[in-house]
């Protein structure tokens, strides 16, 4: 039956995402940067919605009231990343337009690639450490000064439940440097979508969002072992199970 579901979940996809892309394609030369990120929104709504439906991936989130007592700051959200799943529910269920850090090959990817390309994103070229560097910290204060908020997952790429990996420091230096609150987020979404797995399990996923860590008068390195010990802690809370060796 998971495996069932899984495949009409994928067929699902298949068939909405190019002509959701050719839509976004059609309408963004006529439209503003911020409808254009309304209009992309409900593509991950409408995704988020199919995975509780056909693959029976429910949610929680705590603590949202945390991220709506800085709505009007400048905000970076450090997340946990297990999953594809947070990268578009994410876009769905938070209060505020995000702008996501990622590699550039996504942009590469026919469709999705393409309309992905025409957002406030900030694509990077992971072999070019520096100019990657350089880029976060340029465009980054760019967006925060347009309102929109930035999210990066710190631990770099997908990581399996109850993993232990360096958190980079990436996050942790923009902020400081823009003087950005700092929101750590939680979840465990790796148990219902594994990284590169086919299969979608069904279960409840929960999202804990941490309160908004200012950075005044606080060093970058400050706010990167702050944001750590908040996520990691909160991890052995909401999955307890994943961290008993």
Not at 72 to 85: C, E, F, G, T, V
Not at 124 to 134: D, G, L, V
Request: glycine letters at 4%.
């Amino acid at each position: 039956m998971i495996f069932i579901r899984s495949l009409i979940f994928f067929l699902a996809m298949l068939a909405i995402t190019p002509v959701y892309a050719v839509a976004c394609l059609i309408v963004f030369p006529v439209v503003n940067a911020s409808t254009r990120y309304e209009f992309v929104k409900g593509w991950n709504i409408t995704i988020t919605y199919l995975a509780k439906v056909i693959c029976h991936i429910e949610y929680e989130i705590k603590g949202l009231e945390n991220m709506k007592a800085v709505l009007d700051q400048p905000a970076i959200i450090l997340s946990k990343h297990q999953s594809a799943w947070e990268t578009i529910s994410f876009i769905a269920l938070f209060p505020k337009q995000l702008c996501f850090v990622f590699k550039r090959e996504l942009l590469w990817i026919p469709f999705f690639g393409w309309a992905l390309a025409l957002l406030r994103m900030i694509h990077i070229n992971r072999s070019k450490t520096s100019a990657a560097s350089q880029s976060i910290a340029s465009q980054g204060k760019k967006y925060l000064a347009q309102g929109i908020w930035i999210i990066i997952f710190p631990e770099g790429t997908r990581t399996k439940p109850g993993a232990n990996t360096n958190y980079r420091k990436g996050g942790a230096r923009l902020a400081s440097a823009t003087k950005a609150w700092v929101i750590p987020v939680a979840h465990n979404a790796g148990h219902v979508w594994p990284r590169n797995s086919f299969l979608k399990y069904p279960g409840k996923i929960t999202v804990s969002i941490g309160p908004a860590i200012t950075s005044e008068n606080k060093s970058a390195e400050e706010l990167h072992q702050q944001t750590e010990r908040w996520i990691e802690a909160e991890m052995r809370v909401i999955d307890a199970p994943a961290y008993i060796k």
